[in-house]
């Protein structure tokens, strides 16, 4: 009873299915198979939108995840029996002629469109053909011409070059089949972005598959470069190794590792891992950066003998010691100084005056100056003048202008209106 409640939740997470292929060498699909039993190579006839059609077995039964099943889930009709073989023969004959047929139909209505495959119904109840154009193209007048030389229900469908190399299958630059034609359920979006990520040579003949789009591979290895890159400097980072400060030249996501171009020695170029380095900038530097102080070195240790060299320059300042010295041993304990007593008005020492040394005897003794007498100052007289000088210039002075302290005249002002 224990065994069945756990196996029961992980029974119902599996269902039994099996691999069938349209055609050899395309891609498989899921089906139910009913309660039959199926091996690898059978031929079987199952349920699919388009009616009943032929079918390969590629694997046998089996059980996957719920979760990998592609919904709905169509089922295996039975086993193919010798009519079954007869038909689908014949039908592959006859898309052989119809696609001959399509081609010429093209060439005489001038169409600029190419022809991929015909295909035959099953049942015969409809022939479908596949083309690849540029533009949209009007193949009206086309249907109504392989109509009246089938005498069946005709389909065109455009596809596009990617769908054309699934249908037709083939070998890519990796010498296995190609991805689309084999396991990939649908196409997934790939970008130029994930060449340049995987520093992939951007030449067009060497990232393009057979069909002339970005191989598919291509969308594989994206997120394992981007975990890549997230644990890894960037190209022009400055960091810091063991041998000192550097700029990274090139970086080997795969390897983990970068090559550092030295500070002090800009010949050298060493390579390290990336777990060896620490990033002090991560990048090109930009011109608002601050610049990366001088001591910032916590790998090769740069910043630890900068603040050795400046504890050494700094002074250290050591008290004095005296030792006494005995036949016994010697005492290194710092002997005190006795203080001299504070001073006071009692006995503080008077202040000496400062005595003049004698003059020697080769000196010459000093001369008196000799008293220079002063010079008076020299009055300097006014000219006199005549009683009727003065009383003439004192008319004229009257009529002077006044005088400014600087020695220039000011010149009068303009009399305001008109005369008299």
Same mark, same amino acid.
Request: positive net charge; contains cysteine; proline residues 7%.
């Given at each position: 009873m224990e065994e069945e409640i756990l196996t029961a939740p992980e029974a119902a997470e599996y269902v039994e299915v099996v691999d069938i292929q349209f055609r050899q060498g395309q891609k498989v699909?899921?089906?139910?198979? $009913?309660?039959?039993?199926?091996?690898?190579?059978?031929?079987?006839?199952?349920?699919?939108a388009r009616g009943p059609e032929f079918g390969i077995c590629a694997g046998g039964n089996h059980k996957i995840r719920q979760r990998d099943v592609v919904a709905p889930l169509r089922s295996v009709l039975r086993r193919a029996n010798h009519e079954d073989e007869r038909t689908i023969a014949r039908n592959r004959a006859e898309e052989k002629r119809a696609y001959e047929i399509c081609l010429q139909k093209i060439a005489d209505h001038k169409l600029d469109m190419q022809l991929? &495959? $015909?295909?035959? $119904?099953?049942?015969?109840?409809?022939?479908?053909?596949?083309?690849?154009?540029?533009?949209?193209?009007?193949?009206?007048e086309l249907v109504k011409n392989l109509a009246s030389v089938?005498?069946?229900?005709?389909?065109?469908?455009?596809?596009?070059?990617?769908?054309?190399?699934?249908?037709?299958?083939?070998?890519g630059i990796c010498g296995r089949p190609f991805c689309c034609a084999s396991f990939l359920d649908d196409f997934q979006p790939v970008s130029i972005k994930m060449a340049k990520t995987q520093n992939l040579s951007l030449n *067009?003949?060497?990232? &393009?598959?057979?069909?002339?789009?970005?191989?598919?591979?291509?969308?594989?290895?994206?997120?394992?470069? !981007?975990?890549?890159?997230?644990?890894? *400097?960037?190209? !022009?980072?400055?960091?810091?190794?063991? !041998?000192?400060r550097g700029t990274v030249v090139e970086?080997?996501?795969?390897?983990?590792?970068?090559?550092?171009?030295?500070?002090? &020695?800009?010949?050298?170029?060493?390579?390290f891992a990336n777990a060896d380095i620490a990033v002090l900038r991560n990048?090109?530097?930009?011109?608002?950066?601050?610049?990366?102080?001088?001591d910032l070195a916590p790998i090769s240790g740069g910043g630890k003998r900068v603040r050795k060299e400046k504890v050494e320059e700094e002074p250290v300042r050591l008290e004095p010691i005296r030792f006494r010295y005995s036949t016994e041993n010697v005492v290194d304990e710092p002997i005190e100084e006795p203080t001299a007593p504070e001073e006071t008005a009692e006995n503080k020492p008077a202040k000496s005056r400062r005595r003049r040394k004698p003059r020697g005897e080769g000196q010459k003794p000093e001369q008196p100056k000799a008293e220079q007498p002063k010079k008076e100052p020299v009055k300097k007289e006014a000219p006199q003048k005549e009683a009727g000088e003065d009383a003439e210039a004192g008319g004229e002075a009257a009529k002077k202008p006044h005088r400014r302290r600087n020695g220039y005249r000011r010149k009068p002002r303009p009399k305001q209106g008109g005369e008299g």
């Amino acid at each position: 009873m224990e065994e069945e409640i756990l196996t029961a939740p992980e029974a119902a997470e599996y269902v039994e299915v099996v691999d069938i292929q349209f055609r050899q060498g395309q891609k498989v699909y899921y089906f139910d198979p $009913a309660g039959g039993k199926y091996r690898t190579g059978d031929h079987v006839i199952i349920d699919t939108a388009r009616g009943p059609e032929f079918g390969i077995c590629a694997g046998g039964n089996h059980k996957i995840r719920q979760r990998d099943v592609v919904a709905p889930l169509r089922s295996v009709l039975r086993r193919a029996n010798h009519e079954d073989e007869r038909t689908i023969a014949r039908n592959r004959a006859e898309e052989k002629r119809a696609y001959e047929i399509c081609l010429q139909k093209i060439a005489d209505h001038k169409l600029d469109m190419q022809l991929v &495959s $015909a295909e035959y $119904a099953f049942d015969g109840s409809k022939i479908l053909f596949f083309f690849t154009a540029d533009e949209r193209v009007d193949f009206r007048e086309l249907v109504k011409n392989l109509a009246s030389v089938f005498h069946t229900r005709i389909e065109l469908r455009q596809i596009g070059v990617r769908d054309k190399a699934k249908m037709v299958g083939g070998l890519g630059i990796c010498g296995r089949p190609f991805c689309c034609a084999s396991f990939l359920d649908d196409f997934q979006p790939v970008s130029i972005k994930m060449a340049k990520t995987q520093n992939l040579s951007l030449n *067009p003949t060497k990232i &393009s598959g057979t069909c002339g789009r970005l191989m598919c591979c291509l969308k594989y290895e994206q997120e394992a470069y !981007e975990d890549l890159l997230r644990n890894s *400097p960037k190209a !022009e980072s400055f960091v810091d190794t063991p !041998e000192g400060r550097g700029t990274v030249v090139e970086v080997d996501l795969l390897r983990s590792r970068v090559k550092v171009r030295m500070e002090d &020695s800009p010949e050298t170029i060493s390579v390290f891992a990336n777990a060896d380095i620490a990033v002090l900038r991560n990048g090109k530097a930009k011109k608002n950066d601050p610049p990366i102080p001088a001591d910032l070195a916590p790998i090769s240790g740069g910043g630890k003998r900068v603040r050795k060299e400046k504890v050494e320059e700094e002074p250290v300042r050591l008290e004095p010691i005296r030792f006494r010295y005995s036949t016994e041993n010697v005492v290194d304990e710092p002997i005190e100084e006795p203080t001299a007593p504070e001073e006071t008005a009692e006995n503080k020492p008077a202040k000496s005056r400062r005595r003049r040394k004698p003059r020697g005897e080769g000196q010459k003794p000093e001369q008196p100056k000799a008293e220079q007498p002063k010079k008076e100052p020299v009055k300097k007289e006014a000219p006199q003048k005549e009683a009727g000088e003065d009383a003439e210039a004192g008319g004229e002075a009257a009529k002077k202008p006044h005088r400014r302290r600087n020695g220039y005249r000011r010149k009068p002002r303009p009399k305001q209106g008109g005369e008299g």
